[in-house]
């Protein structure tokens, strides 16, 4: 509490602009103000939406920015209005916020919230409010987060508080990744019992759908990446078969068709490619066939043929798993530790803030699952 109510300088990786190197400096971070608590981040996860940004994305407007959005801490500060939350309370920063009175926090089809960065600045992936400066400059929140730091600062309506006993640096998981991958496939696909489900893109994201898949009871779940050394660890959340695209001269498609008889029930798209998309909708059988968007990308339109959808096939999209932030983080870190999920078999490497580019570097040429930073003690 020493520091409640006065700035804080702390370091933390700025992204001065796209495609270069994070740069550690030192920051200076405001105190909370109405309806805002000042976090200290104790782990955050890597993920490939701070690679979107940084090297696919490069919208001119989401720079200077800290990156980072899959953060665990515990609570410095707290602003006036703030009754949720105390100093020591431990939390998962959202980048999916859930105020709870706007009409889509009312409804229950939906995660989005009114209140989220993403309704106003939703092309620069940033909050339109900072509360970082470095060198003079205001530095933006990239998804409203930035949990590359050792202290950011959030509204209450866009951080869940969990368990006491939750080990951070395994729950900051929770922050994206692995409720994408698996809500995606609990929430949006709605995968049944006894379905044939396929997976493009074993990241943590799509390793997420596997294990949402297998917890839905699925029969078969045919796990798809270019990259081979993703097969392994895809067994270990529940994939029963693994196909390699560029291993075959047909379209994907065509083998998932051969492989299942006429196509998968599920199809999850967990890489951020447009042709893939279309894949993973062709993949699916006619009639039924489910297939859902939960790769990331905005820079170019996707296409397919109408008959895809005409022949009785539906096509979905899933932010953050469909769930519904604040209640269902909570839910997830218990679900992790009773054993219903796993989160420790996602993390192939702890770093420290320092290594934040070897972090990325590991993750842009697949060298990784998760790398978790560690970014400050309990
Ligand atoms: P990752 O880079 O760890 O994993 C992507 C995987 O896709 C890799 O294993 C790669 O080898 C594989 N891949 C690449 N091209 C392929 C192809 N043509 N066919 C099959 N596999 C291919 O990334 P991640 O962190 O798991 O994230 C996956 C995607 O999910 C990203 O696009 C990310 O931005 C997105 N994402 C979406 C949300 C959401 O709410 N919808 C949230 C988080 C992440
Ligand atoms: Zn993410």
């Known amino acids: 509490m020493a520091m409640a109510g006065k700035v804080i300088k702390c370091h933390a990786a700025v992204a001065w602009k796209p495609n270069a190197p994070l740069v550690i400096e030192e920051i200076e971070v405001t105190p909370p103000q109405k309806n805002e608590l000042r976090i200290k981040v104790i782990a955050t996860g890597v993920c490939h939406t701070d690679l979107y940004h940084l090297f696919e994305g490069k919208h ?9 959005h899959e953060g665990a801490g515990i609570v410095e500060s707290v602003g006036p209005g703030v009754t949720e939350f105390k100093p ?32 106003e600045r939703y092309a620069s992936m940033s909050d339109a409010e900072s509360h970082f400066t470095c060198r003079g400059q205001a530095i933006l929140q990239f998804m409203g987060t930035s949990t590359f730091s050792e202290y950011t600062v959030m509204n209450q309506v866009a951080v869940a508080k969990i368990h006491e006993d939750a080990r951070l640096d395994r729950v900051c998981l929770l922050g994206c990744g692995i409720p994408t991958g698996y809500g995606a496939a609990i929430n949006t696909a709605q995968v049944t019992p006894g379905s044939v489900c396929a997976v493009f893109g074993l990241g943590a994201v799509g390793l997420a759908a596997v294990m949402g898949c297998k917890n839905a009871g699925a029969s078969r779940i045919i796990a798809v990446d270019i990259n081979e050394k993703k097969f392994e660890k895809a067994k270990v959340f529940g994939a029963t078969e693994f196909v390699n695209p560029s291993a075959h001269s047909k379209p994907i498609s065509q083998v998932l068709h051969e492989l299942t008889n006429g196509g998968v029930d599920f199809s999850l798209e967990c890489v951020g490619n447009v042709a893939v998309m279309r894949s993973a909708l062709e993949s699916c059988v006619k009639g039924w066939g489910v297939s859902v968007l939960v ?15 005409i022949s009785g096939k539906t ?21 992790y530790m009773s054993g219903k999920i796993k989160l420790d078999e996602f993390v192939t490497h702890s770093m420290t803030l320092e290594q934040v580019n070897d972090a990325i570097e590991l993750m842009k040429t ?5 790398t978790v930073l560690n970014i400050s003690t309990e």
């Open 60 to 68: 001119k407007d989401g720079f200077p920015a800290v990156l980072g």
């Open 315 to 335: 096509w979905k999209g899933s932010l953050f798993g469909g769930y519904k932030s604040k209640d269902f983080v909570p839910v997830l870190v218990h679900d």
């Open 88 to 119: 020591g309370d431990k939390v998962v920063p959202l980048f999916i916020s859930q105020c709870g009175e706007c009409r889509f926090c009312r409804c229950p089809k939906t995660n989005l919230c009114e209140r989220s960065w993403s309704s």
């Open 366 to 370: 697949g060298g990784c699952i998760r």
């Open 295 to 309: 790769g990331w990308t905005d820079m170019e339109d996707f296409s397919a043929r109408p008959i895809q959808l």
